[in-house]
């Protein structure tokens, strides 16, 4: 089934030179794509309640001259749903591992970006001996380290108590998300994207979105409303960069400016005024120049040897 399939023709994406599975500690199925064949790599973990889609337009910059590697969070897309108790920070950092085993020979050196639920889980891997060996440098995209509903602006309410709650409620309701109309996008956008969004945009979030299973939605939310990597943030010491928009309603820059002062190597914080929570996606251009930067300054590129990484189709 094409990525085009799954999306319902949101997003053209281009196909895979290789798609396989990386199996995690657990024994859950990661559906991972490595585009590209050459160059540098760059690891690429969505967020929550989104898939590889959500990283197209990085593909297609960087799949020219670097080899990519993308895979579905277990849940999401096309990793099926873990067992119960297999949601947690540290299956994230197991799959993250367990990805990296696939996809890149022994000592091999690659930029490791996270969006959201994906930057808190290499936050989560940073003291990982697979990250340790493999990570020359990170990108983390709209994340935080904790306080993720206390500091939520989705709700219109004045921080405290009851706008925690609410907002919890809210975030983990397991109501089906329903189809992609347009209520549906104007609720999705208010959330999660920035004011100017192009509509085109704001359409391929939302099916991304309204793709992810009810359950997998639902169960990570309350990973989430209770996350605290912030001891292992000061484990991610490798040179990382922090990209936040001053629109994001789910994860303000408040975060983004506490884990820029808690990096122990922090190359930059950059903040894009009237971008949203989706910044891959809103402002993809910016997130792509912050890889392809990480990578010429970070990644010495050795000759290719044939890769002996086979997985299950």
């Not at 990250?131 to 921080?159: D, F, K, N, Q, Y």
């Not at 109309?181 to 969004?197: D, W």
């Not at 292992?232 to 928009?245: D, H, K, N, S, W």
Request: aromatic fraction near 2%; charged fraction near 20%.
């Amino acid at each position: 089934m094409s990525r085009v399939t799954r999306a319902r023709g949101a997003i053209a994406a281009r196909p895979a030179e290789r798609e396989l599975t990386a199996v995690s500690a657990d024994g859950a199925r990661l559906h991972v794509e490595v585009h590209g064949t050459g160059g540098p790599a760059v690891v690429l973990a969505h967020g929550w309640t989104c898939s590889t889609l959500f990283w197209d337009a990085q593909v297609r910059d960087l799949a020219v001259d670097h080899r990519v590697v993308v895979y579905d969070q277990r849940g999401h897309g096309r990793s099926p749903a873990p067992g119960p108790g297999g949601c947690s920070t540290e299956a994230l950092a197991d799959d993250l591992e367990a990805v990296l085993a696939a996809t890149l020979e022994p000592g091999e050196k690659a930029v490791l970006g996270g969006h959201s639920m994906g930057g808190m889980t290499l936050m989560a891997a940073g003291a990982r001996p697979r990250v340790r060996e493999h990570a020359a440098a990170a990108l983390l995209c709209s994340t935080g380290a904790s306080r993720l509903v206390a500091e939520s602006l989705v709700l219109p309410l004045r921080p405290g108590a009851l706008r925690t709650r609410l907002t919890t409620a809210v975030l983990g309701a397991a109501a089906p998300l329903g189809p992609v109309n347009a209520v549906s996008r104007a609720v999705l956008k208010y959330a999660t994207m920035g004011p100017g969004s192009a509509p085109d945009r704001v359409d391929a979030c939302a099916r991304i979105v309204h793709a992810c299973p009810t359950g997998a939605r639902v169960a990570w939310s309350h990973v989430l409303a209770e996350l605290d990597v912030e001891e292992r943030v000061r484990e991610l010491r490798v040179p990382t960069a922090v990209i936040a928009g001053t629109a994001d309603r789910l994860t303000p820059p408040v975060h983004a400016r506490a884990l820029a002062l808690a990096l122990p190597d922090c190359t930059g914080l950059t903040e894009l005024t009237g971008v949203g929570h989706m910044t891959p996606v809103e402002a993809p251009e910016a997130v792509t120049a912050a890889l392809r930067a990480l990578v010429d300054t970070y990644v010495r590129v050795v000759e290719p040897r044939q890769s002996t990484k086979e997985g299950a189709a």
